[in-house]
C-alpha cells in the first residue's frame, strides 16, 4: 500500500481528499500546518507528498526545498496543489523540485490520475536490506545477524538503516544527524559516534576491524559497498 502525506491547511479540502485517497487504496498520513512537515515526511517515509504552497504558518516553496536538500527525501515525489494559477508560480514551483503543479479548484479522479503517474515511475521499495548476514527487515523494522535477531533501539535501527540503503556512500556526522535524528533537535555531533560505536557493537564481529560501518578520517561514516555488491552477486548467481 503507497503512502500519501498531505499538508493541507483547508479543514474541508484535507478531509475530502483524505476520503477520496484512502478509498482508492492509499494510506494517509499529513497535517494542516506546515510547521514540522519535513519531521513528519521523515519519520513517516511516505511515496509521495501532496504540498500545499499557501500554509497559515510556512510557504510550500521552502518546505518543498527543505525536501529536496534532505538526504531521506530528496527522491520522493512533491505535488504542489494551490491557488496561484500563473505562469511565473507554475515554474517557479516546478524549478524549485515539484514534480508536478496542480491549481485549486481542481478534480479529485484528476489528482488520483497523476499520482498514479508518478508511481509509475517509481523503482520499486526494497523492504528488505542484506549485506554479508546482515539483514535489516524495513516491514517489521527487525534486524538480524546470521538469522540472529539483535536487539536495536529505534535510533539505532534508523541509523543503520539509512547507512545500508546507501552503501558507499560517505556522510559527515551533520548529515546523519539530519536525516536520522531530523532538524528539530537537542544533539551534537558527538550522539552520531556514540551511536555508531553501539551499532558496531552490536553487528560488528570484530569492532576494532569493523566489516559493515567504515570510518572515513575526516569525513564521517559509510557503509560497506564491498559487503554489499557480495550479496547482490550472490543473489544474481542464485537465480542463474
Partial sequence: MKKIALIEDDADLYALLKYNL??????????????????????E???????????PDSDGLDICKGIRSHPELAHIPVIFLTARASETDRIVGLELGANDYIVKPFFIRE???RIKIQFRGQQTFTRALKAAGLELDRNSCRVRLNGELLALTATEFRLLEFLMSRPGVVFSREQLLDAVWGHDRAVTDRTVDVYILRLRQKIEPDTANPTFIRSVR????????????QEIERAVAGQA
Fill in 111 to 113: 489528482l488520483i490520475a
Fill in 218 to 229: 575526516g569525513f564521517g561514516y559509510s557503509f560497506n559497498e564491498n559487503v554489499a555488491e
Fill in 45 to 55: 517515509r511516505p511515496d509521495l507528498i501532496l504540498l500545499d504552497i499557501m500554509l
Fill in 22 to 43: 484512502e478509498k482508492e487504496g492509499f494510506a494517509l498520513v499529513g497535517a494542516q500546518t506546515g510547521k514540522g512537515a519535513i519531521d513528519l515526511c521523515r519519520r
